[in-house]
């Protein structure tokens, strides 16, 4: 699997972001997918994950009720609406798979990465 994420950009403090990742291959749909950021001088922190049935999401603490993750097997497509944003959220952002159908806030539980899209915001 192939992963591509874009979306990132730059947006003042209680604007939104939309990040999309997107997938080859036709295993998408069995697939876990996750978000995951990184910022300068600190480690990679799971965002927020969706099974391969998009009934199950799973979200970090500082990003509920904020940011939502969803998926289309048929575009082969990961979202993440962020609402809200804080400075705090500034990162770059990464989509990963996981070949196991069920999420995983680990990120060493995925075995592909996509590049990452950076997103900062200001005050």
């Known amino acids: 699997v192939q992963l591509q994420a874009s979306g990132g950009g730059l947006v003042q403090a209680g604007g939104s972001l939309r990040l999309f990742c997107a997938a080859s291959?036709?295993?998408?749909?069995?697939?876990?997918m996750g978000w995951f950021r990184q910022a300068p001088g600190k480690e990679r922190q799971f965002v927020a994950g969706?099974?391969?049935?998009?009934?199950?999401?799973h979200y970090a603490d500082a990003v509920k009720g904020r940011f939502t993750i969803s998926r289309d097997n048929a575009k082969v497509t990961l979202y993440l609406q962020m609402n809200s944003l804080k400075v705090e959220d500034t990162a770059v952002y990464y989509c990963a798979a996981r070949s196991r159908g069920t999420v995983s806030s680990s990120p060493e539980n995925y075995d592909y990465w996509g590049q990452g899209t950076l997103v900062t915001v200001s005050s």
């Open positions: 291959g036709r295993t998408f749909s069995s697939y876990a």
């Open positions: 969706i099974g391969w049935t998009d009934s199950i999401t």
